[in-house]
Nanobody, 119 residues
Framework: QVQLVESGGGLVQPGGSLRLSCAAS????????MGWFRQAPGKERELVAS???????NYADSVMGRFTISRDNAKNTVYLQMKSLKPEDTAVYYC?????????????WGQGTQVTVSS
């Protein structure tokens, strides 16, 4: 059974920090690249960071130097440390495999966690 449970979002002022967590089912976590995605109102979902099982990372240009993705393979958990947050980082953040896991022919997504950056 596939499970993706995101947490850690909230309201933060510009320049602030948040740490997101995602607990993933072991069946997908151990053998694949994990990513953090986000979707802002009226925009398409985008990949912001990814990490391989070996710890190699990639970031979108918009978050490079501000966000850090990491994973704990023993806990089947992936994290996203976000600092120097900007209002344009406001979005619902999701974790998933990269590419996203497919269940019954459709991409499967968890509930996501809302991040709002506002003064």
């Amino acid at each position: 059974q596939v499970q993706l449970v995101e947490s850690g979002g909230g309201l933060v002022q510009p320049g602030g920090s948040l740490r997101l967590s995602c607990a993933a089912s072991g069946s997908i976590f151990r053998i694949t690249v994990m990513g953090w995605f986000r979707q802002a109102p009226g925009k398409e979902r985008e990949l912001v960071a990814s990490i391989t099982t070996g710890g190699n990372t990639n970031y979108a240009d918009s978050v490079m130097g501000r966000f850090t993705i990491s994973r704990d393979n023993a806990k089947n958990t992936v994290y996203l440390q976000m600092k120097s947050l900007k209002p344009e980082d406001t979005a619902v953040y999701y974790c998933n495999t990269e590419p996203p896991v497919v269940v019954n022919g459709y991409p499967y997504w968890g509930q996501g966690t809302q991040v709002t950056v506002s003064s």
